[in-house]
């Protein structure tokens, strides 16, 4: 299912006209919507400062990208609490006519979670924090659940054996108003020594049929010195999304490909988006969707792999 033209999105394909993104590191983690049947990608990007820059990008096919000259503007940010290095793998959503975009943050007191809206395409402003705790992997569901809304979310609670703080859990948390935010339950938890040991959510999750599909990364860290970064979906409820109806047993991608296997770190596949054009005039997937899948590759470039729904579904519930 990967494209076989892959990676789709490389450091050479990056504009050079502004010189913040001269012969740049690396693009990879892209967040995605879709926009009057365009597909749009948000793409992380390092230059050799190792400083990180968000850069827009559409395409009418979901394989060639325009990508634009200049990174997004990022404004508001005076009123977050602490001193901030990076902001970093955005998932924006469509939620209510608004473009929101999640981000980490990296800041001096750890990683945080930070809401932006997307302006004039452009510009992102910061709307808020929803928690002052060390999260990661925040993905705002495109709609209301019942009279909230709803997100899921890694904290990162454990420290792995290279010291960064990474996360053993996936937690819903609902909210009346986008602003204040409140634990609601634990979603599901890594599987100590098999795929999924370190979790966490990946694209914003697409509603079917069958429940809200939900893909996440998953990392096996019993490989004497290298974490290995793969990817695997569960099945959510549809009206009460914290239930899992189904988790793969088996990952459904996993680095074998010299671009997912050698870069800045490797043997990392990690899905950020996963957007299609085949929904029911009711905003249910269709049952034959096809789904891209968008995924960072060894945090050095943007790989696609395609799905058909059924695919996914199926590998949901694979025993
Ligand atoms: C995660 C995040 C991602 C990164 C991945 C692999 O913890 O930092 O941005 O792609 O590790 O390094």
């Not at 800041?107 to 990661?136: I, K, N, V």
């Not at 040991?197 to 990946?202: K, R």
């Not at 099945?235 to 997912?260: H, V």
Request: aromatic share 12%.
């Amino acid at each position: 299912m990967r494209y076989p033209d892959n990676p789709i999105i490389h450091r050479g394909l990056i504009p050079q006209s502004d010189k913040r993104l001269l012969d740049p590191s690396s693009v990879f983690n892209p967040g995605g919507y879709m926009q009057q049947g365009l597909y749009k990608l948000i793409l992380r990007v390092q230059n050799r400062a190792r400083e990180t820059f968000l850069l827009p990008a559409s395409s009418t096919d979901g394989i060639t990208f325009e990508i634009a000259e200049t990174p997004l503007e990022i404004c508001g940010m005076e009123s977050f609490p602490y001193p901030v290095y990076h902001i970093y793998d955005p998932r924006p959503v469509l939620l209510e006519e608004r473009l929101i975009v999640v981000c980490a943050v990296d800041t001096s007191a750890g990683c945080r979670l930070a809401f932006f809206e997307l302006e004039d395409t452009h510009r992102l402003r910061y709307l808020g924090m929803p928690l002052d705790q060390d999260l990661r992997n925040g993905v705002i569901f495109p709609e209301k659940i019942g009279v909230h809304y709803l997100m899921f979310a890694r904290p990162n609670d454990y420290a792995g054996s290279d010291g960064v703080k990474t996360g053993t859990q996936i937690v819903a948390y609902q909210s009346p108003d986008l602003q204040y935010w409140e634990e609601l339950a634990p979603i599901f938890a890594g599987r100590p020594h098999y795929w999924d040991e370190l979790i966490g959510s990946g694209p914003t999750p697409l509603k079917t049929r069958e429940g809200w599909l939900h893909i996440y990364h998953g990392v096996a860290t019993h490989f004497a010195s290298a974490n290995l970064y793969q990817m695997g979906v569960s099945l959510q409820d549809l009206e009460r999304p914290w239930i899992t109806l189904a988790r793969s047993k088996y990952n459904i991608l996993e680095p074998r490909e010299y671009y997912e296997l050698v870069g800045q770190v490797p043997g990392v596949v990690f899905p950020t988006a996963a957007l299609s054009r085949d929904y029911d005039p009711e905003g249910f997937l269709l049952p034959e969707a096809l789904v891209n899948v968008y995924y960072g590759v060894a945090d050095t470039s943007i790989a696609l792999a395609q799905y058909n729904l059924k695919e996914l579904i199926g590998a949901a519930y694979a025993e």
